[in-house]
């Protein structure tokens, strides 16, 4: 490493020390091209996959699935059946591969950590007052602490868009730095067990403007996000194209500036295989085959599970298995 590489590094850990400089850093990242981050993102949409190819496409995008339920009326019974279904989603087809995750709220770890207990499918937990971000921090630190102690190993956080888009930057990364140490020191002592991985919700949907996403990106990673996430689903507007690929190079470019790869994980309205493809060819046409793995690429869904799975029990068996052959997610 060069001392002027190492420099840098240095450099931009300092950030969150001042308001001043942390304001500087972000409002001089280089501003977005809307218009050519919508024609690329539609052009990379046209991409078309062969039939092995979208076998393999499929099969990934299986394994990149975050499958969630973030309901009110959630049950023990339910998020068990959830989990269930994560460790097998096709329990006719034990070549299946099963998903990344199964995302639950805090209340509801237990239950599904009970099912997925000595799995390779991870459990995630929205924490910090799900979905508006408001509430104190002790709060959302207690959020955070319970779920991880009951089990979870993957937090998704909510930034307060509130103090965001009001300019307060400072206040924005401190919470999200606390947040991060939370999901590290609730597991203190136990032997075995890894710290829990922090995905920061950016809800860009409510940030307005590309030139905000990108600098909600790099704070959110200047702060210790192991992954950046697009949104809630509980907004109008959530995952798309334009804004992933902006988030998409938010990570490269900070892993060429500080030598740490970063996630993304598009959440929200992405319903269908053929939406799942144009991610993954996004990925790779933007960040490469390094962040084509569940480490490091996940989709946020409840409905996109069955689409996948119905359109590989087509390839597989040239017969197209209607909705009513998959449990309903």
């Known amino acids: 490493m060069t001392a002027t590489a190492t420099s840098a590094r240095s450099d931009l850990s300092e950030l969150g020390r001042s308001e001043t400089a942390l304001r500087t850093f972000l409002h001089g990242l280089p501003g977005v091209d809307q218009v050519g981050a919508e024609q690329r993102a539609a052009q990379l949409g046209t991409r078309s996959i062969?039939?092995?190819?979208?076998?393999?496409?499929?099969?990934?995008?299986?394994?990149?699935?975050?499958?969630?339920?973030?309901?009110?009326?959630?049950?023990?019974?339910?998020?068990?059946?959830?989990?269930?279904?994560?460790?097998?989603?096709?329990?006719?087809?034990?070549?299946?591969?099963?998903?990344?995750?199964?995302?639950?709220?805090?209340a509801m770890v237990p239950y599904v950590a009970e099912v997925l207990r000595g799995s390779a499918v991870h459990l995630a937990s929205v924490a910090t007052s799900f979905p508006s971000g408001q509430a104190p921090l002790e709060i959302k630190l207690a959020d955070t602490r319970a779920a991880v102690e009951a089990g979870a190993d993957e937090i998704d956080m909510v930034i307060n868009r509130g103090a965001f888009l009001a300019g307060r930057y400072s206040e924005v990364y401190d919470e999200i730095a606390a947040i991060k140490e939370a999901c590290g020191s609730a597991d203190a002592g136990r032997q075995g067990r890894p710290?829990?991985?922090?995905?920061?919700?950016?809800?860009?949907?409510?940030?307005?403007?590309?030139?905000?996403v990108r600098r909600a990106s790099w704070l959110a990673m200047l702060a210790g996000g192991d992954f950046i996430k697009t949104s809630t689903g509980?907004?109008?507007?959530?995952?798309?194209?334009?804004?992933?690929?902006?988030?998409?190079?938010?990570?490269?470019?900070f892993r060429a500036a500080t030598g740490r790869?970063?996630?993304?994980?598009?959440?929200?309205?992405?319903?269908?295989?053929?939406?799942?493809?144009?991610?993954?060819?996004?990925?790779?046409?933007?960040?490469?085959?390094?962040?084509?793995?569940?480490?490091?690429?996940?989709?946020?869904?409840?409905s996109l599970l069955n689409d996948l799975l119905m359109q590989r029990t087509k390839l597989t068996t040239g017969v197209y298995a209607g909705p009513d052959y998959f449990t309903l997610d």
């Open 50 to 106: 062969k039939t092995t190819a979208k076998a393999e496409a499929i099969d990934l995008a299986i394994r990149m699935v975050d499958l969630t339920t973030l309901e009110g009326a959630d049950t023990p019974g339910k998020v068990r059946a959830l989990a269930a279904k994560a460790l097998r989603p096709d329990p006719a087809d034990p070549s299946c591969p099963h998903v990344g995750a199964v995302c639950v709220y805090p």
């Open 195 to 212: 710290r829990a991985h922090l995905k920061v919700i950016l809800e860009t949907g409510e940030l307005a403007t590309y030139d905000n």
């Open 261 to 302: 790869q970063v996630g993304v994980k598009p959440a929200g309205g992405i319903k269908t295989t053929k939406d799942a493809i144009k991610y993954l060819v996004m990925v790779n046409e933007t960040v490469g085959p390094d962040w084509l793995h569940p480490d490091w690429f996940r989709f946020g869904a409840s």
């Open 234 to 253: 509980k907004v109008p507007v959530a995952a798309t194209l334009p804004v992933t690929l902006v988030m998409l190079e938010a990570v490269r470019d």
